[in-house]
């Protein structure tokens, strides 16, 4: 049977409820337990981690990120883990957990998004692979001896973070200042990485109507660019991006934040999904 989701303050008093827990056994037959809470820090850590540690999420396959609901058993999970990993800020029912019961070992992802209003940093493939170095970094001191698996974990998913970035540093090497059109404004560092003018529709929030005012400004920019796409969320309601479209008579394309990731999905898939997008998608020189 599912427990029920707890809401912050119900959270907290369950972490605190939690805190005659025996400590877990490092190196187990399970090896070492870690706890992540949304689906861009798993990936991080099921690389860097490989086979010496148990890597779980509190976000099933097709949740996202900001509607997050916690269980008594994964309030337990998370007490007991030797290692959290977590961005604060992002998930306030989690963070109040969390500064409940602060975890033992904790991996703060914040740190990576310098935009207090923006968290994405994740479509940075550059942060991500420094990401995986602290996350190994947490890793090896739960677990010393795994501290050389750990460190070659974490320089195997950097490589692969520096295949991503050239990848897209070759593919938009034409698109430098190139005008982003999107349905909110979740690309920013994407769009800082790579030389792009993110033009959100909407702020940050996407559940914030944008005015009329706003809508018209971005019909500006986007003729004075010669925009040919307007990109949106798969998740979102399309409904704003596709008559932004219709009015300049472009396209639509879909652009993920990779908050929620479904079923034969993951956060690499995902990015290599949005090069494509952005490649067939931006107004680019030769």
Not at 167 to 174: E, I, P
Not at 178 to 201: D, K
Not at 233 to 239: K, S, Y
Request: charged letters at 25%; proline letters at 5%; aromatic letters at 4%.
């Amino acid at each position: 049977m599912r427990s029920a989701p707890l809401a912050g303050g119900a959270l907290a008093l369950a972490l605190l409820a939690a805190c005659g827990s025996p400590d877990p056994q490092t190196g187990g037959e399970d090896g070492v337990s870690v706890v992540t809470t949304s689906h861009p820090l798993q990936f991080t850590a099921e690389a860097v981690a490989g086979d010496r540690a148990v890597v779980t999420s509190v976000l099933a396959a097709g949740d996202d990120s900001h509607g997050t609901e916690v269980t008594t058993r994964q309030v337990a999970e998370m007490v007991d883990a030797d290692v959290v990993v977590h961005l604060s800020g992002l998930q306030p029912a989690i963070d109040d957990a969390l500064d409940a019961r602060p975890p033992r070992h904790l991996v703060d992802a914040a740190q990576y998004a310098d935009d207090d209003r923006d968290p994405h940093f994740w479509l940075d493939p550059v942060r991500m692979a420094s990401l995986g170095r602290d996350v190994a970094g947490e890793l090896a001191e739960v677990d010393p001896d795994g501290s050389e698996a750990y460190r070659a974990g974490a320089d195997r998913f950097a490589g692969e973070m520096e295949r991503l970035d050239a990848d897209y540093a070759s593919a938009l090497a034409g698109c430098r200042d190139a005008a982003l059109v999107t349905s909110h404004e979740a690309f920013g560092y994407l769009a800082q990485r790579y030389g792009l003018r993110q033009i959100g529709i909407a702020g940050v929030d996407p559940e914030v109507e944008p005015s009329p005012a706003r809508v018209r400004d971005v019909m500006e920019v986007a003729r004075e660019n010669s925009v040919t796409t307007v990109f949106f969320e798969e998740t979102a309601n399309p409904a704003v991006a596709d008559k932004l479209a219709r009015d300049l008579g472009v396209e639509t394309a879909v652009l993920h934040p990779v908050e929620r990731v479904d079923e034969g999905q993951d956060y690499l898939s995902l990015m290599r999904e949005n090069l494509e997008a952005l490649r067939t998608g931006l107004n680019c020189s030769a």
